[in-house]
Structure formats: C-alpha cells, structure tokens
C-alpha cells in the first residue's frame, strides 16, 4: 500500500476496525503515523474538554433560532392588534347616532311640557290655551321645519275642538241639547 | 425492605454522577438536567421495588436516561426559548499549572470545542457522548439507541471530524 491512509480510515483503525494491511502501512508511514498522532490527541482533548462538568454552556449558543423565538411575539402582536381592533368596533357600534340624540332630547322636552301642562297647578284652561303653541313648537322641532300657515290653523282649531270637549262653558244651544237629553 | 433500601442507595451512589453528567450533556440546561435527574432515579426506584430488576443497571439506566433526555427535547420548545443567559459559566473548574497565556488559549479552545459540540446534531451528540465519554463500545451504543453499527459509525466520524475542525491546525 503506496497510498497514505485517509482520515476515516485513521479513525477507524482507532476503532481497532482496521486490516493488517493498514496496520502495517501505519506504522512504516511517518505521516500517516504522525496524521494518527494527531487525531488522538485532538480526541482526549475533546474528550477531557467535554467531561468537564457542567459544561460551560453559552445560552445564546443553544437557542433556538431567531425566527422560531419570534413566532410568539409575533402571534401575541397579532393578538393585540385584533384585540384592540376588535374593541374599537364594538366601541362605535355602541354610540349613539347623533341625529336620534337631538331627537331624543326634543322629545324629552315635549314630554315634559306636556307633564308640566298636565300635573302643575295651573287650570285646564291656560293648559289648553298654551298647549297648540308649545304643542306646535315641538312639531316643528321634532320635524325641523316650520310649519305653514294652513297647517298652524289646522293645529290650532283642532285645540279648540278639544277644549269644547273637556268641559269648558258651552252655547246655550248645546246647554239645552244637554238638558233634554238629561 | 430496609436491604431493598440500602441497595437502592448503593445504586444510586454508583450511578448518580454519570445520570447527572449525561442529562447536562444532553440537555445543556442545569436545571433541566436536574429535573430529569430526579424523573430517571425515581423510575429507577419503581423499577427497584418492581423486582424487576434489569440485567445490568448501567445500560437500562443509559437507556432511561437517553430517552427521558429525548423527551424532554421535545417537550420543552418554550423553555428552550425562553432560557436565561451563562447559568451554567460561573461553575466552570479552573486549571491550575497555567500560564494566565496558556489559561486564556485553553479556555478559547474549549470554548471553540463547546461551540462545535453544540452545533452538532443530536443524535451526533448522544453517540459520541455515550462512545467517548460513557466508554461504550459502538455495537453496544447501536443496541442502545436502536440503530445500526454502521449508522452509529457514520454519525460518529462526522462528529468527530468537525470536531477536528474546531481545534484548526494544532502542533
């Protein structure tokens, strides 16, 4: 055998996987033996090195990688995001319109003069004889326009209707119409 | 049961310093290792008072061992991830009879070496651990982790050459 040994037959003759063919070169090579010296020193250095306990381990050396690491931040963003997204969403669906609101707020104000007009201590008279003007103002406030006119005489003859009705001093025809009927 | 005992504590005696050294080589986190430590000698306990007991303690504890390291690879990503930085660096033994030269160049060629190991596969890993540092021989490593004799060879050349490769052109 010319040839010098390779590295993996080196280490396989440090086995003792080796022929007698390769023993034999081994030791009439010089730098095969030298080559074989060598590799087992390298190998009780490294042995002695990683016998040592504990073993002085560098964590960053042992982390997993930088892409891996980040997948749970990632995910936790992601979270966030949608999380806050998620709230905003529901946040708006919750406002009031702000049309409704002004329409709620004159309602409310007709309601209560239509409370005042009923429960405060004034007659039913000056209720009646207030209520087509305040009982108009909120209409036209409800519906945003100003009502015409005709509709203004509408409205108020509708209210003189209803206070002949309530009681107040009737025609003397209507006074007889009354009293024959009694 | 008190015999049972006192056997038990002369196993664990004999064993505890290997199970300890091949859990932190495999795992390369102390705590973790220590853990594992406490899980392999309390199987070792069960299996004690079992009375079923294996043929030789040395390789079923191996055995044991390589496998709950296994596991515990697999289980534990997220410590992994979140593992804190040099537990392990203020334990390390200094060497006496150094130059502080000779200190320093040591040290970076085991650190050198160190790097290198970590680097190399797992299984890579475990071979040469149970070859060179547990001293078996390589059809018993095969029977051990269920390979073949020329797949334990391979695995075990590779590492061994880059391993080389760490230490660079040395006189």
């Known amino acids: 055998m010319n040839h010098c040994l390779s590295d993996k037959t080196l280490w396989l003759l440090n086995e003792g996987d080796a022929t007698q063919e390769q023993w034999r070169h081994l030791e009439g090579c010089k730098v095969c033996a030298d080559h074989y010296d060598r590799m087992t020193r390298d190998l009780e250095m490294i042995t002695g090195t990683l016998r040592q306990i504990p073993p002085p381990v560098r964590a960053a050396s042992i982390r997993m990688p930088l892409v891996y690491r980040s997948i749970p931040l990632a995910v936790a963003f992601l979270l966030a995001i949608a999380l806050l997204w998620g709230e905003n969403m529901v946040w708006r669906q919750s406002l009031p319109d702000p049309s409704d609101q002004a329409f709620n707020n004159e309602l409310s104000q007709f309601l209560e003069q239509v409370s005042d007009a009923i429960f405060t201590g004034t007659s039913a008279r000056e209720a009646v004889a207030t209520a087509p003007e305040s009982d108009l103002n909120s209409l036209q406030a409800a519906l945003g326009e100003t009502c015409a006119d005709e509709c203004q005489e509408l409205f108020s003859r509708s209210a003189d209707e209803a206070t002949v009705s309530q009681g107040m001093p009737r025609g003397p025809e209507q006074q007889r119409v009354n009293y024959r009927a009694k | ?171």
């Open chain 2, 1 to 171: 049961m008190l015999n049972d005992e006192t056997g038990y504590e002369e196993l664990y005696k004999v064993h505890y310093r290997r199970v300890q050294r091949l859990c932190r080589l495999l795992l390369q986190n102390v705590s973790e290792a220590e853990e594992v430590k406490q899980e392999i000698f309390l199987k070792m306990l069960r299996q004690y008072r079992a009375e079923s007991w294996p043929t030789d303690w040395r390789a079923w504890l191996t055995r044991v061992t390589v496998n709950a390291c296994h596991d515990r690879q697999r289980s534990t990503w997220w410590n992994r991830w979140r593992l804190s930085d040099g537990e392990d660096a203020a334990t390390e033994l200094p060497s006496f009879n150094l130059t502080p030269e000779q200190e320093v160049l040591g040290r970076e060629e085991r650190d050198r070496i160190w790097r290198c190991f970590q680097q190399l596969s797992p299984r890579q890993q475990e071979i040469f651990i149970l070859r060179y540092l547990e001293g078996w021989s390589t059809d018993e490593v095969a029977s051990i982790l269920g390979l073949t004799n020329s797949s334990v060879k391979q695995h075990l050349f590779r590492a061994v050459r880059r391993l080389r490769k760490s230490l660079g052109d040395r006189p």
